[in-house]
């Protein structure tokens, strides 16, 4: 086959992949949408201009690590409390990647923006989406990771633009956004929960991530782990 028809094929493969995959990623794309304002006007509510949130979004993109950056960088240079915490914080994605190895695997040049943009929500639609055999699957990754990567930049973009224009605008409370999002993260965990252990880690979680300040969100953080792991021993998915 020619160099010609072999790129023609891959070009067909991809278009396909994202017609597939777009309509999966347009709900995720709203709802980072206004996870990605309320972090925008709160690093605008801190002081920082208009580009740190999208600054911060392309270069970190951890949703809640972002948030927690924003009161690291006001608290003053401490990068080996900035070290552990986001261990803490998104250590989890080094389970992310070590069961992922098998699929992400003979992809070229796909391969490096499809690891180095995977989040919570691509790896969860990677792993649970069952393809119809003409999607290719590499594509497919591909196209979910930075679909998930653009619609995150452009919310925190939007949101330091909105937060940089409510200047007059008393935003005072806005820093709440970080701990609805651990709130919202155990209550779903607490509710699909078949084990009462599992309940129980969701109800502590929340109530600490109610209290805030910095040992409640390593309390929450620790809970999450230790709930999430329950999850997945309970439901047999701690292997690759």
């Not at 070590?98 to 699929?103: E, F, G, K, T, V």
């Not at 078949?194 to 390593?218: C, D, P, Q, T, W």
Request: proline share 4%; net charge neutral.
């Amino acid at each position: 086959m020619k160099e010609g028809d072999i790129l023609m094929e891959q070009l067909h493969k991809g278009r396909q992949a994202f017609s597939y995959a777009f309509p999966i990623m347009v709900p995720m794309g709203i709802s980072f949408f206004f996870i990605g304002l309320g972090f925008g006007l709160y690093a605008t509510s801190q002081g920082f201009p208009w580009w740190t949130p999208p600054v911060l979004a392309a270069t970190i993109f951890a949703g809640s690590m972002e948030f927690v950056t924003i009161g690291m960088l006001m608290a003053g240079f401490d990068p080996i409390n900035a070290f552990v915490l986001t261990m803490f914080v998104n250590g989890r994605h080094f389970f992310y990647g070590l069961s992922a190895l098998q699929r992400y695997v003979h992809m070229g040049w796909k391969w490096f923006p499809t690891v180095a943009w995977m989040c919570d929500e691509s790896f969860a639609i990677n792993m649970s989406t069952r393809l119809p055999d003409d999607v290719d699957k590499k594509w497919f990754y591909f196209h979910v990771s930075w679909l998930n990567y653009v619609f995150w930049v452009f919310s925190t973009f939007v949101g330091g633009l909105f937060g940089n224009l409510l200047t007059t605008v008393d935003l005072r409370g806005i820093d709440f956004v970080l701990q609805g999002l651990f709130i919202v993260v155990f209550l779903e965990m607490l509710l699909n929960a078949k084990n009462n252990k599992i309940r129980a880690f969701g109800v502590a979680g929340g109530s600490h991530a109610l209290i805030g300040g910095e040992i409640s969100l390593y309390a929450s953080i620790y809970e999450l782990y230790a709930s999430s792991l329950l999850y997945c021993v309970q439901m047999g998915r701690c292997a690759p």
